[in-house]
């Protein structure tokens, strides 16, 4: 028997009915019938996605660059950029208005991006993103996550990352497009209201109105805009501006016989603490133990024959980014961004080290615990030769971003350079890495003679605290921060009462102020140096210095920028000026 069958096209969908068969209903349909069958729900619905539509743009809009900034009020003001967007979605016709919203709407999701850039620079850098020049620090950020808390985190923070940014962008070129179309249909209505809008942000403007302290009348993003544009042209014409600065020196030309006739025969050590900052030694939390150590360590020192003379120098960086620290004391130079440094790393400036070297009076090593892949940067140091984190046997565990401590570093420079037997003084570069953050866990002191292969630190870690634990917690934060300092202070100053001798010269000060969330939003970016010697004409070389007696700086004591050290330091030690000049 033949089979009939009877097709039937539905208004707003292909489906077929077939005889014989259960009909089947398109996703159209059921969407359209589920519409029609609740109408309430429908409307709520597009509503609600409206609202929070206007809530991300008006969000987006107002949000500020700094955390300590987030509060209501700032949430509460009239945003022309609002009043200028809605103009132009009524005067445009449909299309341009699509491609308007999308455009506008994808570079509020990328204004908002930069916003928040900012507000996490601000808070571990103390300083807001350069968008030229910091996208090359995100991916030292996601290693530092993964030193201090784990592969699995690091990596769910990057993919977290990558998708919040889609989000932003995609939801909020969604947002523009159903707030212009709601507009375009309700024009009338939408002009009256803009027009009042503007007039009102007009008067609040005019009459300064304010509310929790802000102007009721903001135009915040427009302003941020202008910002960033200033920005990228501030660091384009500081790169070329620098260039010209890197080729003058005032140390350039000095023939070798001329540069630090003073210290000849001394072993000098230049030592950067992590993060030693002066609020390890003011603040309220953290000053009580760091004060404590840095008396007792001065007492110490001084029954072994060392005595100290300390100051203040205000660092080029501050929270992070240690090798601008470093960089600007020993070139006397100001390196406050990646791409001075660079550009310092590529010239032919003399640096307070490579001073030594160019004497040809000196061996010159590095000690570089922290470093972990090729470091070209030992040229500008005038270094012989230096050890790498892979190149001082340690076999314990790593303290988060720390590859060791530092006593087991100090011990190794000591077995590897300090000790052996030369023809020449030896000048060295050290940086500790024990007070990096997140300051979790710390190691402890151990008997020097007990350190071996770093294996005596297995316990010790295993007992710490976790950086999970402290990363959260401000005041945790503080007191963990104060413990480290206290560490690397008394390794540092018990290896130069250990092996230290009647011609050991020890300069040692800290690369930057801890992040914000240690050291508080207000904090200089002051750090304190010392110079510590048993040669008493040592010292006597910058009495003029009026530095303090002792390993801890006095409140008022002289305050230099951290790149007028090497200056003073080489005029102090008999070396004559011979500027070299662009």
Known sequence: ????????????????????????????????????????AVRNTRWTITILAAVLVLGALLLPNKESALHAGRFMRIPVEAILGAAAALALPRRPRIVVAVLSGAALGAMTILNLLDMGFWEYLGRYFNLVLDWELLPDAQSYVEDSMGKAVAIGATVGAVVLVLLLLTLMALAMVRLSNLLARNKQVATRGTLAAAVVWVLCSALGLQIAGVPLASDRTAGAVVVQAKRVRQTIKDEAEFQKVAKVDEFGNTPPGQLVPDLRGKDMIFTFIESYGRSAIEDPVEAPGVDATLDARTKALAKAGFHARSGWLTSATYGGSSWLGHSTTMSGLWISNQQRYRTLMASDHMSLTEAFKKTGDWDTVGIMPGVQKSWPESKFYGLDSYRNAFQMGYKGPKFSWSTMPDQYALQQFQNLEHSKKRSKP??????????????????????????????????????????????????????????SVQYSVTALTQWLERYG??????????????????????????????????????????DGWGWTDGLRPAHDAPVWKMSAFRDKFLTAYGSTPHPKKN
Not at 505 to 533: E, K, M, T, W, Y
């Open 501 to 542: 001798n009647d011609n050991t010269v020890l300069v040692f000060l800290g690369d930057h102020q801890p992040i914000a969330r240690v050291s508080g939003n207000h904090a200089s970016r002051d750090v304190p140096i010392s110079i510590v010697a048993k040669d008493p004409k040592v010292l006597d070389k910058i």
């Open 426 to 483: 030896l000048m060295s570069l050290v940086i500790l890495t024990s007070s990096h953050q997140p300051w979790a866990p710390i190691p402890k002191m151990v008997p020097w003679d007990d350190l071996g292969d770093g294996s005596v630190f297995n316990a010790i870690h295993k007992a710490g605290n976790k950086p999970s634990d402290i990363i959260a917690s401000s005041p945790r934060s503080q007191a963990e921060y104060g413990k």
């Open 1 to 40: 028997m033949p089979v009939f069958t009877r097709v039937r096209q539905q208004p707003d969908t292909a489906d077929t009915i077939t005889e014989g068969t259960a009909p089947k209903v398109g996703l159209r349909s059921r969407v359209a019938g589920w519409r029609d069958r609740h109408p309430t």
